[in-house]
């Protein structure tokens, strides 16, 4: 969605790069306002590796914010929103040691907050949070991603950091990620469908799911 003087739009757009069978086609509230066919191969490129967001005339002085960009490989988006739920309690899992407190209260700012924080120096150590529940009417979710503030310190013995989430009373971890040195640049990892049974997510399933990361080597 797009917040614009006069109120949100919620602008779609379709690209297949191809330099007989392109297509560019947007929608602004569901109505298509653009559809072309055609060469849409610049060059020989043959995928897109760039979005930019802005105005195609310098002579528009307006402004806009834009908010909830979502990306999918197969169908449009539609009404789609992003909900931040946030840790609001201990979950299975407290390993991680606490600047001071408990250990959910330390990683449940909004915005980030680097002045607490959890940390650990033992491989394969997991801390997991229960979290906020989803709100509004859900039709459908289409994945959860999960997002981490972190860093390391000094030499750690982990060395990486494993985003992960319990669901059905089992833990499912991402692959590994590697902490910047310094608290800034957020590690992310993203589920489209239910580990516990690869079937797509029910709001059910989400407000119960525990969020949360291992140290590996």
């Known amino acids: ?29 569901g109505e298509t306002v ?4 055609g060469d849409t ?4 490129d043959s995928q897109i590796n760039l979005i930019r967001l802005g105005y195609a005339e310098s002579s528009y002085y307006g402004y806009a914010y834009y908010d909830d960009f979502i990306i999918d490989d197969a169908n449009w988006i539609g009404n789609t ?17 606490p600047s001071t407190g408990d250990n959910y209260a330390c990683v449940d700012e909004r915005p980030a907050n680097d002045s ?14 229960s979290a906020s529940n989803l709100s509004g009417s859900i039709g459908s979710v289409k994945c959860i991603q999960l997002q981490a503030r972190c860093a390391y310190e000094g030499s750690p013995t982990p060395t990486h950091l494993q985003l992960g989430l319990r669901s ?6 991402s692959a590994d990620k590697n902490p910047p040195a310094s608290f800034g640049q ?21 407000n119960a799911v525990e969020i949360g990361f291992k140290a590996t080597a």
């Open 1 to 29: 969605p797009v917040l614009v003087s006069g109120g949100i739009r919620l602008i779609e757009i379709r690209v297949k790069i191809h330099d007989t069978e392109g297509v560019v086609q947007v929608k602004v509230d």
């Open 34 to 37: 653009i559809d072309f066919s």
């Open 41 to 44: 191969k610049p060059g020989t």
């Open 81 to 97: 929103k992003i909900q931040a739920l946030l840790p609001n309690a201990a979950g299975s899992s407290t390993q991680w040691d």
């Open 116 to 129: 607490d924080y959890v940390s650990t120096n033992t491989v394969n150590e997991i801390d997991l949070y």
């Open 168 to 173: 059905g009373g089992s833990n499912y971890f």
């Open 186 to 206: 957020s590690v992310y990892a993203l589920w489209e469908t239910n580990p516990a049974d690869s079937e797509a997510w029910e709001e059910a399933d989400v």
